[in-house]
C-alpha cells in the first residue's frame, strides 16, 4: 500500500534572516535547500539503513515543499523519525514539518495529493507554540545572531557540497554588504530584490487537472518535469542577470560603485523555483530586476511549453537597515505589483498572469508599518499621488493599451533624459521641484514658471508619456504640457517625482 509524505520547512524568512551578516543568510537560506533536496534525503536514509532513490520515492518537488512516496507505512514512520530527528540534531533552529497519509486508489492522484496538502495545513493550524532553550543568561553572546555563542564544536553533520554558484568568470563573490558597492561619498544604499511568478499556484492546479486520470507513475513524471524546469528557467534568468550585470562592468558603465578586488555587485540570497531574492548594490536593483523578468519571459517551460510572467518589488535601504525588515518590504511591494496586474481583471479574463511589474521603495530611515502608510507620505496638498510605481515591464496588448503612462520604459526613458542632461536644468532646482510637487499641481505649476522652468512640463511628456502628434506640427497648435496624468485607475499621479526621487540612486544597464 502506497503512503505519501510531505515535507515543509515553515518560517523561511525567520530562519534565513536571523543573523545581521550577509553570509549567514546565504548559509541559512543553502540550509533550508539542503534538508529538502533527494541528496539529502538519501543521505540520511543511508545511515539509516532505509532504501530511498530519488527514481523511487521524489514524487516532486516545488512550490516551497518537497512530496514523496513510500511502499508502506512502517517505512514512512522510520523515514520521518530519522529526518525528524536528523533536522533537529544538525539544524536547532529549523521548524520541519512533515506529514504521512495512505495512497486511496479510489482517488485519482491529484485528489490524492491535494489531501495531502490540506492535511499538512491542518498539522501547521494546530501546532503547539515552538519555544527553543535560547540562553540561559550566563553565555557570551553573538551581537549579529541574537544568540549565545557555542562552546563546542558543532555536530557531526551530513557531508554537503552545495552546488558552486553562479558569478561571471573574474569576479568574486561579495560575502558583506560593503562588498556589493564601496561609493561612500555617492550612495551608502544596498537594493533587495524579490521575484516571484505570477498564477504558478493556478498553474500548477491546472496541470493536476489534465492529468487526474492518468495513471500515477505518469502523473508523478509529469509534475516532476514541470517543477524541475520552473527550477531551471529561473536559475537560467537569474545567471544571464549576472551576465548582462558583468557586461556593463566591463564596458565601464559602472565605474561608480568603486568595487573592490573584482568583487560583484550582486548576490543571491533564495533561488528555489519560482521564489527569487538577491541583493545589489542600490543603485542598480531596479535594472537588475527588469533584466530578470525579460530574461525569464524569453523561457518556455519543457511540459506545458507556456511562458512566465513574474512580479518584481524591491526595497531599497540604508547598509545598516535591519535586512530582515528589507526583505520584507521587498516581498510586500512584490504583492503591491501582482495587485496592480490583477486589478485589470474582469468578468471574462482573469489578468494574474497577462503581465509583469515592478513596485519599489526608497527608504529613507522613517520606519512605518505597512506599504499603505508609506504610500499616504505620498499624497498631494490637493489629493493627488506623487508616485506612478507600480510599472508594468510587459503586458498583453488589451492591457498595455490600457495603461500608456505606468509603464517602466517611459520611467527610464525620463531619467536618462535627467541624467544625461537632455533635459537640461540644474540639479538643485530639479529637487526643489520634486518639493513643490507635494504642495499641488498649481504651486508646483507656480514653481516652474517662476524657475523659467515650464518647459519641463513639454520635454517630460512629449515623446515620453505621449507620442508627439504630427498633425498638429506647424500648425501653431501648441503641444500638450503635463505634470501631473490621470493613469488607468482614475488617480491623477505625477510624471516626474518617481524619476527625482531616486535620480542619485540609479544607474541604467544596458
Not at 502506497?2 to 553570509?23: C, D, G, N
Not at 508599518?369 to 503586458?395: C, F, H, I, N, V
Request: glycine share 6%; proline share 2%.
Amino acid at each position: 500500500m502506497r503512503y505519501l509524505m510531505i515535507l515543509e520547512v515553515s518560517q523561511k524568512q525567520a530562519y534565513i534572516f536571523a543573523s545581521t551578516k550577509l553570509k549567514d543568510n546565504i548559509e541559512n537560506s543553502e540550509a533550508i535547500v539542503q534538508v529538502t533536496d533527494s541528496r539529502y534525503l538519501e543521505d540520511v536514509a543511508a545511515r539509516a539503513g532505509i532504501h530511498f532513490s530519488m527514481e523511487d520515492n521524489l514524487v516532486y518537488s516545488g512550490g516551497g515543499h518537497t512530496v514523496l512516496e513510500f511502499p508502506s507505512e512502517k517505512i514512512a514512520k522510520e523515514f520521518a523519525f530519522e529526518i525528524s530527528k536528523t533536522v533537529r540534531r544538525e539544524f536547532p533552529e529549523m521548524e520541519l514539518f512533515i506529514k504521512t497519509i495512505q495512497y486511496s486508489e479510489t482517488e485519482d492522484p491529484g485528489q490524492n495529493l491535494k489531501r495531502l496538502s490540506e492535511a499538512l495545513e491542518v498539522k501547521k493550524s494546530v501546532r503547539a507554540a515552538a519555544f527553543h532553550q535560547g540562553t540561559f543568561g550566563v553565555e557570551r553572546m553573538d551581537a549579529t545572531l541574537r544568540k549565545a555563542i557555542p562552546t563546542v564544536e558543532a555536530v557531526d553533520r551530513i557531508k554537503w557540497n552545495p552546488q558552486s554558484e553562479d558569478v561571471p568568470e573574474g569576479y568574486s563573490i561579495p560575502t558583506q554588504f560593503d562588498d556589493l558597492g564601496n561609493s561612500k561619498n555617492e550612495s551608502s544604499f544596498i537594493a533587495v530584490v524579490h521575484i516571484d511568478g505570477n498564477a504558478m499556484g493556478k498553474r500548477v492546479e491546472k496541470i493536476r487537472r489534465e492529468n487526474q486520470t492518468k495513471p500515477w507513475a505518469e502523473y508523478k513524471s509529469n509534475m516532476r518535469k514541470f517543477s524541475e524546469s520552473v527550477d531551471k528557467n529561473f536559475k537560467e534568468a537569474y545567471k544571464e542577470m549576472l551576465h548582462r550585470v558583468a557586461q556593463n562592468l566591463k564596458n565601464g558603465n559602472l565605474s561608480a560603485l568603486e568595487l573592490q578586488g573584482k568583487m560583484f555587485p550582486v548576490r543571491k540570497i533564495i533561488l528555489a523555483g519560482d521564489d527569487v531574492c538577491f541583493v545589489t548594490e542600490g543603485r542598480i536593483g531596479l535594472e537588475a530586476a527588469r533584466i530578470f523578468i525579460e530574461q525569464l519571459k524569453c523561457k518556455k517551460n519543457d511540459y506545458d511549453q507556456k511562458g512566465y510572467t513574474a512580479c518584481a518589488g524591491v526595497a531599497i535601504v540604508h547598509k545598516k537597515y535591519p535586512f530582515y525588515k528589507a526583505y520584507e518590504l521587498s516581498e510586500i511591494l512584490c504583492s503591491n505589483a501582482k495587485k496592480y496586474i490583477a486589478s485589470f481583471s474582469d468578468e471574462q479574463k482573469d489578468a494574474s498572469a497577462s503581465a509583469c511589474a515592478i513596485d519599489w521603495h526608497i527608504e529613507f530611515g522613517v520606519m512605518l508599518d505597512s506599504l499603505a502608510e508609506m504610500r499616504k507620505q505620498y499624497q498631494t496638498a490637493d489629493g493627488k499621488q506623487l508616485e506612478l510605481r507600480p510599472y508594468l515591464l510587459w503586458a498583453e496588448k488589451d492591457i498595455w493599451d490600457k495603461e500608456k503612462i505606468r509603464r517602466y520604459g517611459n520611467f527610464r526613458t525620463l531619467i536618462k533624459s535627467l541624467q544625461s542632461h537632455d533635459i537640461a536644468y540644474a540639479r538643485g532646482k530639479i529637487k526643489e521641484f520634486c518639493a513643490a510637487l507635494k504642495e499641488g499641481e498649481q504651486a508646483a505649476w507656480y514653481y516652474m514658471k517662476n524657475n523659467l522652468m515650464d518647459e519641463l512640463a513639454l520635454e517630460g511628456f512629449v515623446g515620453i508619456y505621449e507620442e508627439v502628434k504630427s498633425n498638429r506640427l506647424f500648425t501653431g497648435k501648441g503641444l500638450d504640457r503635463k505634470i501631473f496624468a490621470q493613469t488607468a485607475d482614475g488617480i491623477d499621479r505625477a510624471l516626474f517625482f518617481d524619476a527625482i526621487e531616486i535620480l542619485d540612486t540609479y544607474i541604467n544597464l544596458d
